[in-house]
């Protein structure tokens, strides 16, 4: 096999891809990001022609799908399926997000799939879960934002509802599920068997709410829109400069304190109408009109050195090119560079997150449909032979 890993941490796993779109693609790519050999099964040619999740030499297309190897399979036709039990057989990971009835007819249901390998971890994500009231409806991120009260809390106070400008629903069940896929294989190291994992896009979506869904669960307050104030914590949120906006967090006894000190603002510090966080919260609006009057006379450069000097949370509000020219950024190596067959030389997000003595990294483009079909195959005991004539008949 010509392939390499992108980490050695997870280069002992194999994982089977039937993903498409957003949500699953997510989840395959935490785990081939760190080595795992992912194969991302793939209708032929011919076939399938939808473009859901973007044009392949798209950005977002090639973003979500490196680091994998690529077979074409026609899991509707009995021989596809067959192909894809016996590579079942040798697998630690099978993840889907197809909607919860397909995988049945199919016949590539988790316990259909756990009768040929007991050892194997099956994930699934879903717009809405695996069973109850809305498990056949098909489920999109937006649709998502709202039913599980997002865009109730995003945006300007009276704006009416807002989505989130990034596809938080799908990204945290992609993540969600890779991680309840990392427990799994944990724990069959104690047990010798796998499970079947489950995540959705609404149950993502409301675990990420945190503080704010516990807000109604345990106080019974109902959040509401606070635009570019934290909801809670004043002041934070966007104040104007001569040459635009910034960021600044300025809330807590201490912070508050160097905050005011630091801007010339010390009478605040005595003023009853903002003397704890509750206060400041209340009179939200009259503390950021005064700070506002402030800031609005100095620069965003001059601003931020001076009250990150003073140890006061700020920072710049970028477009996305000044979020990759930003030299922290290029510190961390947020773009990872990667040469492409056809694409050339191109840049996609990278891991967030660093590991010392296995480290992740770009290894390979997003592969071409089908690229790695005769490789994969071979490694399954199939000869040219057979290969052809699954060629012929559109199994591969």
């Given amino acids: 096999m010509s392939f390499t890993p992108a980490s050695k941490a997870l280069a002992r796993f194999k994982v089977l891809d039937l993903t498409r779109v957003r949500a699953g693609p997510t989840a395959a790519r935490q785990l081939a990001d760190w080595g795992a050999d992912?194969?991302?099964?793939?209708?032929?040619?011919?076939?399938?022609?939808?473009?859901?999740?973007?044009?392949?030499?798209?950005?977002?297309?090639?973003?979500?799908?490196?680091?994998?190897?690529?077979?074409?399979?026609?899991?509707?036709?009995?021989?596809?399926?067959?192909?894809?039990?016996?590579?079942?057989?040798?697998?630690?990971?099978?993840?889907?997000n197809y909607r919860p009835d397909v995988k049945f007819r199919l016949g590539i249901d988790y316990e259909t799939i756990r009768s040929i390998n007991k050892r194997i971890v099956y994930g699934s994500i879903s717009g809405f879960g695996e069973d109850g009231p809305y498990r056949e409806r098909p489920g999109f991120d937006q649709i998502a934002q709202g039913l599980g009260g997002l865009m109730s809390i995003t945006g300007l106070p009276g704006q009416g509802p807002v989505r989130v400008g990034i596809p938080v629903a799908d990204l945290g069940a992609g993540i969600f599920c890779a991680m309840g896929i990392l427990v799994a294989l944990l724990e069959?190291?104690?047990?010798?068997?796998?499970?079947?994992?489950?995540?959705?896009?609404?149950?993502?979506?409301?675990?990420?709410?945190d503080f704010q869904a516990a807000r109604w669960l345990i106080a019974k307050d109902v959040p509401g829109q606070a635009g570019n104030d934290h909801p809670t914590s004043i002041p934070t949120g966007v104040f104007p400069t001569s040459d635009g906006h910034i960021n600044i967090a300025a809330a807590g006894r201490h912070i508050f304190?160097?905050?005011?000190?630091?801007?010339?603002?010390?009478?605040?510090?005595?003023?009853?109408?903002?003397?704890?966080?509750?206060?400041?919260?209340?009179?939200?609006?009259?503390?950021?009109?005064?700070?506002?009057?402030?800031?609005?006379?100095?620069?965003?450069?001059?601003?931020?050195?001076?009250?990150?000097?003073?140890?006061?949370?700020?920072?710049?509000?970028?477009?996305?090119?000044?979020?990759?020219?930003?030299?922290?950024?290029?510190?961390?190596?947020?773009?990872?560079?990667?040469?492409?067959?056809?694409?050339?030389?191109?840049?996609?997000?990278?891991?967030?997150?660093?590991?010392?003595?296995?480290?992740?990294?770009?290894?390979?483009?997003?592969?071409?449909k089908g690229e790695h079909t005769e490789e994969v195959l071979k490694d399954y005991g199939y000869d040219d032979k057979a290969i052809a004539d699954f060629r012929a008949r559109k199994i591969v």
Avoid: Y
């Avoid at 994992?197 to 993502?204: C, F, I, K």
């Fill in 38 to 96: 992912v194969i991302k099964i793939e209708l032929p040619k011919g076939l399938d022609e939808s473009d859901m999740g973007g044009p392949r030499h798209g950005p977002d297309f090639q973003n979500l799908h490196r680091n994998k190897r690529s077979l074409t399979l026609n899991l509707k036709e009995p021989d596809g399926i067959a192909i894809f039990k016996r590579m079942v057989e040798s697998a630690d990971v099978v993840i889907e």
């Fill in 257 to 368: 304190t160097r905050f005011c000190q630091t801007l010339g603002l010390a009478r605040l510090l005595e003023d009853p109408l903002f003397a704890d966080e509750a206060s400041r919260s209340k009179n939200r609006l009259a503390i950021n009109q005064i700070i506002s009057d402030v800031t609005r006379k100095q620069s965003s450069s001059e601003l931020i050195a001076k009250l990150n000097k003073a140890g006061v949370p700020c920072g710049p509000i970028n477009r996305m090119d000044e979020v990759f020219a930003d030299p922290q950024v290029k510190h961390l190596g947020m773009a990872a560079p990667v040469q492409h067959g056809s694409l050339g030389d191109i840049e996609v997000v990278n891991q967030p997150v660093k590991l010392s003595r296995t480290p992740s990294h770009i290894a390979h483009p997003t592969p071409e």
């Fill in 188 to 209: 069959r190291e104690v047990s010798g068997e796998g499970q079947w994992v489950q995540s959705s896009l609404l149950g993502a979506q409301i675990s990420l709410l």
